[in-house]
């Protein structure tokens, strides 16, 4: 067979693992050849495909970003499934797996409706899809935002400041979630949960008269109760959502005119995207890649690779895409106990 590759959505790391996986078993396990689609569905549209042999991916397993590049550029709005199929049967493309998060994923959920043989497999840095225990690249920014917050607290402590740290995460607080739990946050703001200004400024008062330097945690998409929309930028992504961010800085000037106490904020945005990859992602990601194949050659169209306990599973693309996998209240509440 000949099967292209894609990459679409924000990067994350782990996505060249996930190639490396797939050209390496389908090379030597079934055969196949493989071309690569540069930028994302940008590349589909655009006639943009590139020869992916073996020797191509060779000690990827540990490289950030991704080979074949990656847009937020929609298929739908240029040229649809039917150009898709147009490029794919120009290059005689058998099959197409998608790299991706739930957009992308939603995209390959509506070729597969269309016709289009295609597998999907899951990333993010967020966690927040629903039909896989872990989506590989969240490890590695968990890593790296506790790994800063730590370096926060002995600055904070140094000057008896108050920390707030600004994380990714548009509709979920995974990342924020585990980070502040590693570093021992006083307080975690996640969208899932909104509290008032008064319960941070609590939290905040409570720390520092233990004698501590308090450290507040905040997803870029959290909003105080009672409040809808989030904070962000007049400017869009490739899609035309509202670039987010900004919410650590107001949430800083807050505490600090509330309570008196200096303030800082520091924001990690595409820190937590960039770099290696831990271990962890390298194996989750380089094991989805082979499954990938695998689901290729058995012609499971229309499924997705997915992480269930310890096993890899074939998921059905409409179920992995239905809805989003949100912090539980129980598990923010765990955390909660330990605030302030
Ligand atoms: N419902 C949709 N209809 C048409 N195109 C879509 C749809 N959802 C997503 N896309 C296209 O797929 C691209 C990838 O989706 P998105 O930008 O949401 O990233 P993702 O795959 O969810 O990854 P991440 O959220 O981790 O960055 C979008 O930028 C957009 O071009
Ligand atoms: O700057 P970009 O690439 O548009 O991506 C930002 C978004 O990407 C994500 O990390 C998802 O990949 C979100 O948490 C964040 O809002
Ligand atoms: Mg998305």
Known sequence: MKIAVLTAGGDCPGLNAVIRGVVLKGDRIYEHEFVGVRDGFRGLVDNDIVPLPRQRVRGLSKVGGTILGTSRVSPMTNGGTDRVKEVMDQHHIDALIAVGGEGTL????????????????????????????????????VSVATESIDRLRTTGEAHSRCMVVEVMGRNVGWIALHAGIASGAHAILIPEVPVTRQQLFDWVRHAMDRGRAPVVVVAEGFTFAGEEEKVGSDRTDGFGRQLLGGIGDQVTRMIEEATGIETRNTTLGHLQRGGVPSSYDRVLATRFGTAAVDAVSNRLWGTMVALHGINIVNVNLRDATSELKTVPREQWDEAAILFG
Do not use: E
Request: net charge negative.
């Open 106 to 141: 939603t995209v390959a959920r509506m070729f597969h409706d269309a016709g289009i043989h295609v597998v999907g497999v899951p990333k993010t840095i967020d966690n927040d899809l629903s039909a896989t225990d872990r989506t590989f690249g969240f490890d590695t920014a």
